[in-house]
């Protein structure tokens, strides 16, 4: 399929969203009503009871709480009638991270079909050989096939960016596709639009950038055999969408380096006449050569793409954060930490 083709769109029955690694952790704050989340701590809470108190379960749970890193990684899982997958997007920096949350998150191994990996940064790829190798042999122990893992083909060797103090900010080394493929991989490789896991779920291409502001990650760098050059655009960061009936298109975006507004945009025009329902992860708005950007991004949010929930997270910032809670506040924000889960049902909304 062409990049510039738009992509057909499969109404799911249900989307559920799992954030398994994210640079925050939060599981004391309510959720607003009307937002169809659960907290990490209401899903620990359902664990054994420890002992009883005046006729209340007791239940160990902040022992048990996901610890939060430098990354992102979600597991979406969409089912339409009989037919359900289960793709994790991104892993994150640590392999050993990743399977300690997805063990406190009761996660199945064997039941992740597909990794898709949204673009090169060690944040959101330095695991994947260690979460390729555990769920490769837990599929096979169950004896499903092994896991496809969809990669963009321009693979660098290395990133970085160049900080205000003078010296560059590394990023972890990315995994060669020999390693993925050692540890139990199936790699296939797209760097235009295409459909994932049978087509419950639709890859972007590159990103078009439509907005003025939206202009790319200032003083970053790529590394292939050796050699530094300038590559503020990042032209290999694709976002994955699903649709669910009634609901409208979930975007999940790794960090936006095109601009949430422009990932959002693309999205509305390879899914259209639908509406963006849940705008889940980084908006990187945080740091000085992006920072200017908050102000235009909430505005045409707002204005322009309009999606029912905006989820923040990742490489969005504070002050990111907190201009978007108080567009979107009370029933149209919706926190995006590690181990909170989505439950989007189809339904049929009602006007708002």
């Not at 359902?46 to 979600?74: I, K, N, Q, R, W």
């Not at 994955?240 to 025009?269: P, Y």
């Amino acid at each position: 399929m062409e990049s510039g083709a738009p992509a057909e769109s499969v109404d799911l029955d249900e989307l559920l969203v799992t954030v398994v690694v994210d640079n925050a952790s939060d599981s004391l704050s309510s959720i607003p009503e009307g937002i169809s989340q659960l907290s990490e701590r209401e899903h620990l809470l359902s664990g054994p009871s420890v002992g009883t108190l005046d006729g209340h379960d007791m239940v160990a749970v902040f022992e048990h709480l996901c610890v939060a890193c430098h990354g992102f990684s979600v597991l979406a899982r969409g089912r339409r009638g009989e037919d359900a997958v289960s793709v994790l997007f991104d892993v994150g920096p640590s392999g050993e991270v990743w399977l300690s949350n997805a063990g406190r998150l009761g996660i199945d191994l064997s039941d992740i079909a597909v990794l898709f990996v949204s673009h090169w940064h060690g944040d959101h790829t330095a695991g994947v050989p260690t979460v390729v190798g555990a769920i490769a042999e837990a599929r096979a122990s169950a004896g499903r096939a092994p896991l496809l893992v969809d990669l963009h083909p321009d693979r660098p060797d290395r990133r970085g960016m160049l900080t205000p103090l003078g010296k560059f900010a590394m990023l972890p080394p990315e995994p060669t596709f020999a390693e993925i493929e050692a540890a139990g991989g199936q790699i296939t490789t797209h760097a235009e639009v295409h459909a994932v896991a049978g087509g419950l779920f639709m890859s972007s291409g590159d990103i078009p950038r439509m907005t003025e502001y939206e202009t790319g990650l200032g003083g970053h760098y790529t590394w292939r055999e050796g050699r530094a050059a300038p590559d503020p655009e990042i032209h290999d960061e694709r976002f994955l969408a699903a649709q669910v009936r009634g609901r409208g298109t979930t975007v999940f975006s790794a960090c936006s380096h095109a601009g949430i507004v422009n990932a959002a945009l693309e999205a509305r025009r390879l899914i259209p006449e639908q509406p963006i329902d849940l705008l889940l992860g980084g908006y990187h708005l945080a740091g000085l050569s992006v920072e200017d950007r908050i102000s235009p991004t909430v505005r045409d949010l707002a204005d322009l793409v309009a999606p029912r929930i905006v989820s923040p997270g990742h490489c969005t910032g504070w002050r990111a954060a907190s201009a978007l809670a108080a567009a979107f506040m009370p029933s149209r924000y919706a926190s995006c930490v590690v181990g909170t889960r989505f439950i989007l049902e189809a339904t049929a909304l009602e006007a708002e």
